[in-house]
């Protein structure tokens, strides 16, 4: 199926690397103007300038980046039209270890930055009639694992906004979803695998096999690019039926 974005404007976040810049590469293939917003500003000025993209570097632990993000986006462009709330990171530990620091801020950039931002656009999307806000949840998004007390936490949470922005979107043309996806194959995966054998007294290899591949059917990780994919479709207006539920795209791992 052809997907034409042509002259939508879309706010990926997150978008310097992994499946964010997956999702810009892709929107921008099909004609979308593209913000990619990331505080790896480095990479994120050489990605912006490959995809004929614009670079917003946005510290989502701020609510006033998280405003200047949208605003610079209208002013550039005129509106937005799809949100895609992708940026954050991981915290790995027990709970009685877990750092007050790191829950404060996963909890500031992956839950309120995602409503924030949502906020902010909303009169654009209504003023339209049409928006897409894809939330990246996780497989993680309907059930829990040990020493993820926060990341479990927000991609719950992620699950409720979603779902509230289904409902008063509707009648604006507005649909929202919660992508769940299991392992990707990404640098934020790559640099967890060490972090979750430390925790677990296990080798990098036991990590990868045990927890990461032998849970999903598929026995493999995803590829950034399938994400984006899935993501592109419900963009299209023949997904405008789909709204306010968690997408699963895990590998068959909530299967078992």
């Given amino acids: 199926m052809e997907i034409n974005l042509k002259d939508k404007v879309a706010i990926v976040t997150g978008a310097a690397s992994g499946i964010g810049l997956a999702i810009a590469e892709r929107f921008s293939a099909e004609g979308a103007k593209v913000v990619l917003s990331d505080l790896q500003s480095e990479k994120g000025i050489q990605s912006a300038e490959r995809i004929n993209g614009l670079y917003i570097e946005a510290d989502l632990n701020l609510r006033t980046d998280c405003k200047t993000l949208v ?17 954050g ?19 500031s950039v992956m839950l309120t930055a995602p409503f924030l931002l949502t906020r902010y656009a909303w009169p654009h999307l209504k003023k339209q009639q049409w928006g897409r806000v894809i939330n990246m949840g996780s497989v993680l998004s309907v059930r829990a694992s040990a020493y993820k007390a926060c990341y479990s936490t927000v991609k719950h949470g992620l699950v409720g906004l979603t779902r509230v922005t289904a409902i008063e979107g509707g009648p604006y043309g507005i649909t929202a979803h919660t992508i769940c996806p299991s392992y990707v194959r990404t640098p934020l995966v790559e640099n ?49 039926a789909l709204t306010g539920a968690p997408v699963m795209i895990d590998a068959g791992m909530s299967s078992g």
């Fill in 71 to 87: 605003d610079k986006t209208v002013e550039e462009f005129g509106t937005v039209h799809i949100l895609v709330n992708n940026a």
């Fill in 89 to 107: 990171f991981q915290h790995i530990a027990p709970l009685e270890n877990f750092s007050e620091d790191f829950w404060d801020k996963m909890i």
């Fill in 192 to 240: 967890q695998i060490a972090d979750q054998a430390s925790v677990r007294g296990m080798t990098e290899d036991e990590v990868v096999e045990k927890l990461i591949i032998e849970p999903t059917a598929l026995k493999r990780l995803l590829e950034p690019a399938e994400v984006a994919a899935l993501i592109l479709f419900l963009c299209h207006d023949e997904a405008s």
